[in-house]
């Protein structure tokens, strides 16, 4: 997990701040529970410390006056919350009139916060030979455009308890979605579409030499753009990206077919099979024969 901010364009406030809780898959988020309190005023939400699950907390209506870590909101209707595993949070004041909201607790694995975030041993070949990364981002607190999410709430609340199990983790999904969704706005800002346009390009000319000067030539726009808003999508620059997607068609070329290791770096953009094995190594953890051998075995042991 990693908490950090997101600058949204938008034209109100162009420098308008909100806290992001971003959360990479492999593995997903796994639903444990949820529920709905209904609070009388005088009630208060009960103080935690180091609950080792997410708390998300959606507020129907009324208010809502929490604390975490030393950082205080005031939710009122529409209004969402992710408390963090971690963290301690507890009661600022008791509710001053009636309150309606749902919680739904979560469990995300090796997570840590800011950027000691957790990252794996390059050391040790993964149990998997494939990676898909994807980073769910969600609002550390956000204003619901619309009330799909209560709805969704309201459904998982009323499946039969222990044989829901893949209708639970459904709509649950479509809840993330819809708060990853709503973190961005309604419409895909630029900065977004012109990332996603890039690694679409990437993807399609991998083998090919590709530069930031290239990619600014190709999507007419300044390459300090562009490397810009990978970063904010991906995480990573387009260079980084690509050689990352060039890595992950070489293990499956590594299982799926006998060519030498030679052929398959010069297949994937490679010049040089000696620099390719060193990248392969980085972040595999395995040469490229050994990756070969340990998820391949054929023939006798």
């Known amino acids: 997990m990693i908490l950090y901010k997101l600058r949204l364009i938008a034209e109100v406030d162009p420098l308008s701040e909100i806290d992001i809780v971003e959360l990479r898959t492999p593995p997903v988020p796994y639903y444990w529970e949820s529920g709905r309190s209904d609070f009388r005023v005088g009630d208060r939400h009960p103080n935690r410390r180091n609950l080792g699950l997410y708390d998300l907390l959606l507020v129907e209506r009324g208010a809502l006056y929490i604390g975490e870590n030393g950082v205080e909101w005031t939710l009122r209707k529409g209004d969402t919350l992710l408390l963090l595993p971690d963290?301690?949070?507890?009661?600022?004041?008791?509710?001053?009139?009636?309150?309606?909201?749902?919680?739904i607790h979560f469990e995300h694995d090796y997570w840590q916060r800011g950027a000691h975030a957790a990252k794996p041993d390059g050391s040790l070949p993964s149990s998997m030979p494939f990676s898909n990364p994807y980073a769910i981002r969600i609002p550390k607190h956000f204003t619901l455009p619309n009330p799909v999410a209560f709805e969704l709430c309201r459904q998982l609340l009323g499946l039969t308890v222990g044989d829901s199990f893949w209708e639970e983790r459904s709509l649950f999904a479509k809840l993330l979605s819809l708060l990853e969704d709503g973190a961005l706005g309604h419409s895909v800002p630029p900065a977004i579409r012109l990332a996603e346009k890039t690694a679409a390009y990437i993807q399609q000319h991998y083998q090919e030499e590709i530069t930031n000067e290239s990619l600014a030539e190709a999507l007419h726009f300044h390459s300090t753009y562009i490397v810009r808003c990978m970063k904010q999508k991906y995480g990573m620059t387009p260079v980084h990206y690509l050689l990352e997607f060039r890595l992950e068609r070489a293990k499956r070329l590594l299982l799926t077919t006998e060519w030498s290791v030679e052929r398959i770096a010069e297949e994937v953009g490679f010049r040089y099979a000696p620099y390719f094995s060193t990248c392969?190594?980085?972040?595999a953890g395995l040469t490229p024969a050994l990756f070969r051998k340990y998820y391949c075995r054929v023939g006798p042991e």
Not at 87 to 103: A, I, K, M, N, R
């Open 87 to 103: 963290g301690e949070h507890y009661s600022v004041q008791p509710c001053d009139q009636e309150t309606v909201f749902y919680w």
């Open 280 to 283: 392969f190594k980085r972040q």
